[in-house]
């Protein structure tokens, strides 16, 4: 769902966080509008609207993790967790993580990637939200969702700041629903 349209009717931090995102034309290939975060962290007062926005949702919810999708599900996940009492797990690229690992590979729409996750980090039962910055085709959100799954976790949404207007109408990935802040400018 996204924000605007359900509870957050009117409210002017949207406009502010859409405002804070640079859009970068025809990066990294021709035809594509990048969305560009980094201006919205050099934006302190659209940034941390972000964040409380997710933690207002989050707070009391129950939930006991945070998952980060690398690279940037990083600069909001830690955040939320701390502020909601939660742990933050890192959803990692491959060779990212010391350790054991788990791991769920993808397919993109140029290839194929995978996600991995310390052995241990989430246990059976726990309440997680999975956070990122942009969902475009759910191809990665989706490969998360499964992760956490085969460890047993209850993902309970998906969230991110950018949600393509194609998700309008459809909020869910592997049944879980997705909680969307904006849609890209052009």
Known sequence: MFAGEHGLQGDPRLKAISDAIRVVPHFPKS????QDIT???LDHKA???TLDIFVDRYRDMGISVVAGVEARGFLFGPSI???IGAKFVPLSKPSKLPGEVISEEYV???GNDCLEMHVGAVKHGERAI???DLVAT???LSAAIRLLERVGAEVVECACVIGLPEFKGQFRLNGKPLYILVEPRQ
């Open 130 to 132: 999975i956070i990122d």
């Open 39 to 41: 201006t919205l962290l």
């Open 138 to 140: 759910g191809g990665t």
């Open 108 to 110: 993109l729409e140029y």
């Open 31 to 34: 035809g594509i509008m990048f």
């Open 47 to 49: 940034y941390k609207d």
């Open 81 to 83: 967790a701390l502020a």
